[in-house]
């Protein structure tokens, strides 16, 4: 019998490759809007991040979520994204 895939994602805050279900997705929908998607089945293009606040303070640093999503994100779009893992974390 085949050994199934694990698909591995790469974190935009740390560039590591993790297991896609240890990771959480960030998508952009078409109306531009970004937000957490903590299913994984929203439509639009998505970046993935590792569960911590260094990582996402790391991507906001290095500003990989403006390369991911090709289109400036705002400080309050990442403080907004840092309560929801804060949220998702209790």
């Given at each position: 019998m085949k050994k199934r895939k694990i698909p591995l994602r790469k974190c935009v805050g740390c560039n590591e490759q993790k297991n896609k279900k240890e990771l959480i997705r960030i998508v952009k929908n078409k109306n531009g809007e970004i937000?957490?998607?903590?299913?994984?089945?929203?439509?639009?293009?998505?970046?993935?991040i590792c569960p911590n606040e260094e990582c996402l303070k790391s991507a906001q640093?290095?500003?990989?979520?403006?390369?991911?999503?090709?289109?400036?994100?705002?400080?309050?779009?990442?403080?907004?994204?840092?309560?929801?893992?804060?949220?998702?974390?209790?």
């Open positions: 937000n957490v998607d903590f299913t994984g089945k929203a439509h639009g293009r998505g970046a993935y640093k290095k500003k990989s979520l403006n390369r991911a999503f090709q289109q400036e994100v705002s400080k309050d779009i990442y403080e907004r994204l840092m309560e929801e893992l804060n949220n998702n974390e209790e």
